[in-house]
Each structure stands twice: as structure tokens, then as C-alpha cells.
Nanobody, 124 residues
Framework: QVQLVESGGGLVQAGGSLRLSCAAS????????MGWFRQAPGKEREFVAA????????GYSVSVKGRFTISRDSAKNTVYLQMNSLKPEDTAVYYC?????????????????WGQGTQVTVSS
């Protein structure tokens, strides 16, 4: 059983940056694809970014491409989401997810494990 714990959320002004972390416990993190999703109030959860097992293949939603960067450190069992040039519309609860397959996906249904989420609020 994989357990995921997100951290790093908070309140930031528009144009600012935050780095989210997702610490994983349980086997075998290094072979799993990892993703970040977000859910704003009154909206459905949506894909943000994902990375394959090796960290070499990455995917982003159109809304965050060029501003957000996903990375992973398998030695630390941690995946990160660096968020720059934040906008008020980035305000949401951000969730980390693990996919037992090695290739990444932008589909929520492909992910097997989820964290509890961390709140990101961007003020204008």
C-alpha cells in the first residue's frame, strides 16, 4: 500500500511561486508514474502534471505548461511541483497521485493511490 502526503501549499500573491512536495511511503515508488491534479471549489478535479517512472517523460495541462514543473527524486521517494507565475485561477486543492504503471497518464482513473491534498490560494 502506497501512502502519499502532500505539503507546501499556502497563500501567495499573483505572480509568486510555490513548491509542492509529495512524500511517498511503501513499495515501490521508483517504478510508479506520479501525477498532480487539482480541484477548485465547485469544479471537477483536473489534471495538472505527471511524470513517468524514470522522470524523463513529463506531461502538463495547457493551463500550466511553461509555468509549472514536475520532478521526482526517487532516492527521497518524493515528487515535486514547482509552480511559478501563479494566477488566481490556480487556486485549488492540489492532490498527488501514484500510478502503478510506469508510463504517465493525464486520466484520473488510471491512478491507484491518492494523497489528502494541500490547499493553494493565489490572491490577486
Amino acid at each position: 500500500q502506497v501512502q502519499l502526503v502532500e505539503s507546501g501549499g499556502g497563500l501567495v500573491q499573483a505572480g509568486g511561486s510555490l513548491r509542492l512536495s509529495c512524500a511517498a511511503s511503501g513499495p515501490p515508488f521508483s517504478s510508479y508514474a506520479m501525477g498532480w491534479f487539482r480541484q477548485a471549489p465547485g469544479k471537477e478535479r483536473e489534471f495538472v502534471a505527471a511524470v513517468n517512472w524514470s522522470g524523463k517523460d513529463r506531461g502538463y495541462s495547457v493551463s500550466v505548461k511553461g509555468r509549472f514543473t514536475i520532478s521526482r527524486d526517487s532516492a527521497k521517494n518524493t515528487v515535486y511541483l514547482q509552480m511559478n507565475s501563479l494566477k488566481p485561477e490556480d487556486t485549488a486543492v492540489y492532490y498527488c497521485a501514484a500510478d502503478k504503471r510506469s508510463g504517465y497518464s493525464d486520466s484520473m482513473g488510471e491512478y491507484d493511490y491518492w494523497g489528502q491534498g494541500t490547499q493553494v490560494t493565489v490572491s490577486s
